[in-house]
């Protein structure tokens, strides 16, 4: 929380953030973030300010990214202010946008990250500047109250596709008292 801000004029705020989950409407969550970014990327000017919260949750990794990094460079195009929440470091990792370049700037929230096994991640509600390194997921799970075989589990995957290497499958999945079930 801020106890100012300072925000020049603006012809307009286009927000893309997350809505309600309802069966009501016949579209996927994908789909209505779509809706919603194509009406952003028609209406933008100059002087608009774009407020986008975590673009691409309900599809593939990969669409999300390619879909919120075209629209990011789009809207750096027509130079308006844009705030962009994302979990999508792999934008800046794979080198699809680029910090401090073509009117991209990547800043990131502080957290006080734990020590030990016993303390929890803390947020600061500070941003810094550059690309974060982790979406600290692992963190969150942990404080989520995700088991230890769980969290075990995501890191063995976490660390396979950094690496590049082939997931193993779990033996135990088999087993019916697995809590992979």
């Not at 409407?25 to 975590?54: G, K, N, W």
């Not at 979406?135 to 995501?154: E, N, P, Q, V």
């Amino acid at each position: 929380p801020c106890d100012c801000a300072r925000i020049s004029f603006r012809d307009q705020i286009l927000v893309n953030f997350g809505d309600i989950e309802t069966c009501s409407v016949p579209q996927s969550t994908f789909q209505r973030d779509l809706t919603q970014m194509a009406s952003i990327l028609r209406r933008s000017t100059e002087h608009s300010l774009i407020l986008i919260d975590e673009f691409g949750k309900g599809t593939a990794p990969a669409s999300g990214i390619a879909v919120i990094t075209s629209a990011l460079q789009r809207l750096a195009e027509i130079k308006c202010k844009v705030v962009c929440t994302t979990h999508f470091l792999e934008m800046f990792s794979l080198c699809l946008l680029e910090d401090c370049k073509n009117g991209i700037k990547a800043v990131q929230m502080s957290i006080h990250a734990p020590e030990s096994n016993d303390d929890e991640a803390v947020p600061l509600f500070k941003l810094k500047d550059g690309v974060a390194s982790s979406s600290a997921g692992l963190i969150c799970a942990k404080m989520a109250g995700l088991s230890d075989k769980i969290l075990g589990r995501a890191n063995e995957i976490i660390i396979a596709l950094k690496e590049g290497k082939q997931i193993r499958p779990l033996a135990e999945s088999l087993n019916a008292n697995s809590p992979f079930q």
